[in-house]
């Protein structure tokens, strides 16, 4: 069986970081232009330069969506692009489009190309067309169940890579091809700027009554029938990894650092666990009530397992779970006076029980009984975002462990 990579989001520098550290094996993320997140930070070009080398210094891979679909003038700027990219050294490009893919086979013929989700790409056939054209990844649809997977990993060999989604975020569009968005805010869910529509709350109007708006009601809050519960797969590895998936892909350019390091640590020790010995592999709850911890709505298997029911829907609230929150990360050691140097996120204070989790190995509960301020001054809050915080740790704690409270 080879290896399978465990690819996980990098809205910015800090989450590629922390990404890679809490053990993904590559990144993808966006440029400026180019992508279907327009409101990530992203990367300009020297960002793009750094990431890569960061990276690579760690033995790891960068992937670079370029997966609009384009217009005219898209087209007329991406060659210059795609040799950029090149050069740089970015290990692939995420495309979806054929005019776009025909314009990078041009202009960086050694580049190396994935096809997007955005694609639709669910059947064997289209496999093929689009490795024929030069890819030599495919991120398969969203919509594909596992056995449609193993049916296109059957039919395409081991030549081709298949990536799929395993956890975060649904569309409740085809692939995310909506348009909500776009009729209703002006905002272009292809370009990168979805406003989530889907997410809002709906009433009902019948055609000889008008102007009398009927609520679609679960609950006084209403009914919100396009909200789709996260995908979830972290107790189906053995599973997905039968279906011939060469690559985990976790969801979530946009969310936060403490979301990047939760769930991207939880995989990378199910898997781990599972590649080691996959015979006597045995699913350890804690992983998943460590995603708990990390911002989602609830979860479901998406369409791995068939077409979603009703039970795959919220319909009672499109607010995220947020049972810990974020508030802080270490950021060194002093060994001397045993303290941990921690980086202020979120007001914290004195008699609170926080936990640090590291890269690796349980989290650390404790109760905080002391705190200093960058002078080493007792304080009893850390109310400023940001700040320097240090609090006494008889052991070191490895640098970008997520503090985080309940």
């Not at 809002?200 to 009927?214: A, F, I, S, T």
């Amino acid at each position: 069986m080879s290896k399978i990579e465990l690819l996980a989001p990098a809205g910015n520098l800090e989450r590629l970081q922390v990404a890679l550290q809490y053990g993904a094996d590559a990144v993808y993320m966006a440029g400026k232009k180019f992508g279907l997140r327009a409101f990530a930070e992203n990367f300009d070009e020297d960002g793009l330069v750094n990431a890569i080398n960061y990276a690579h210094n760690l033995g790891k891979k960068v992937y670079v969506t370029v997966n609009i679909f384009a217009n005219n003038d898209d087209i007329d700027a991406l060659g210059s692009y795609f040799r950029y990219l090149e050069q740089i050294g970015a290990d692939a490009a995420i495309v979806s489009d054929l005019g776009v893919l025909a314009v990078a086979r041009e202009n960086a013929p050694d580049l190396e190309i994935h096809i997007s989700t955005q694609a639709n790409t669910c059947n064997y056939s289209a496999a093929k067309m689009w490795q024929k054209l030069g890819a030599s990844r495919i991120i398969l649809a969203r919509e594909v169940s596992l056995d449609g997977i193993k049916r296109i990993r059957d039919e395409v060999g081991s030549d081709l890579e298949l990536e799929a989604f395993v956890h975060g975020a649904m569309c409740m569009s085809y692939s995310g091809r909506c348009l909500l968005s776009n009729f209703m805010t002006g905002r272009g869910a292809n370009h990168g700027e979805c406003a989530q529509p889907c997410r809002w709350n709906y009433y009902v109007m019948e055609e000889k009554r008008p102007g009398e708006l009927m609520q679609l009601m679960e609950d006084e809050r209403g009914s919100y029938v396009f909200n789709a519960n996260d995908l979830c797969m972290i107790e189906y590895i053995p599973q997905l990894a039968a279906a011939g998936i060469s690559s985990f892909k976790i969801e979530g350019r946009m969310k936060t650092v403490n979301y990047t390091a939760t769930v991207t640590k939880q995989y990378r020790e199910a898997l781990d666990r599972f590649e080691a010995d996959p015979n006597s592999y045995e699913f350890d709850n804690y992983w998943l009530e460590e995603l708990d911890k990390a911002s989602h709505r609830p979860f479901s298997t998406g369409f791995f397992f068939g077409k979603p029911t009703h039970e795959s829907q919220c319909y009672d609230s499109s607010v995220y779970l947020r049972d810990y929150g974020f508030i802080g990360k270490v950021i060194g050691y002093d060994s001397d006076k045993k303290l941990v140097k921690i980086e202020q996120r979120n007001h914290f204070k004195l008699g609170e029980t926080i936990e640090i989790m590291p890269p690796k190995g349980k989290h650390i509960t404790l109760t905080l009984s002391e705190m200093f301020n960058e002078d080493l001054e007792p304080i009893t809050v850390a109310p400023h975002p940001q700040q320097t915080v240090y609090i006494p740790f008889d052991e070191p704690i490895e640098q970008n462990s997520i503090m985080r409270r309940k």
